[in-house]
């Protein structure tokens, strides 16, 4: 059974950093793209960005790049979220998502068919 599951969220001040880690299971994930939604409560859930497994390669949505860093460790079929300086319009709850081969569209939902339960991340003003 292929399953994501995400950790690290909680609670952080406006300006300060945390990190989210997606732990996949199941499968190898060589030949997988994965990736980072957010959902705000009543709204539909927004791209953050996402990672070629096999090459690293990363896309980020406009809001966070140069602030956040989407990496993989292979070796322990994890990928990581580092988000720094962040602000209080970053509260929501985080998705990870995996899709195999290349998503029609980085940052469309429906690209994207296999999801985690979520994690929630709330920054402090």
């Known amino acids: 059974q292929v399953q994501l599951v995400e950790s690290g969220g909680g609670l952080v001040q406006a300006g300060g950093s945390l990190r989210l880690s997606c732990a996949a299971s199941?499968?190898?994930?060589?030949?997988?793209?994965m990736g980072w939604f957010r959902q705000y409560p009543g709204k539909e859930r927004e791209f953050v960005g996402s990672i070629i497994w096999n090459t690293g390669g990363t896309y980020y949505a406009a809001s966070v790049k140069d602030r956040f860093t989407i990496s993989r460790d292979t070796a322990k079929n994890t990928m990581n979220l580092q988000m720094n300086s962040l602000r209080a319009e970053d509260t929501a709850l985080y998705y990870c998502?995996?899709?195999?081969?290349?998503?029609?569209?980085?940052?469309?939902?429906?690209?994207?068919?296999?999801w985690g339960q979520g994690t929630q991340v709330t920054v402090s003003a």
């Open positions: 199941g499968r190898t994930f060589g030949s997988y793209a």
């Open positions: 998502v995996a899709v195999h081969g290349r998503p029609t569209a980085w940052d469309r939902v429906r690209a994207y068919d296999l």
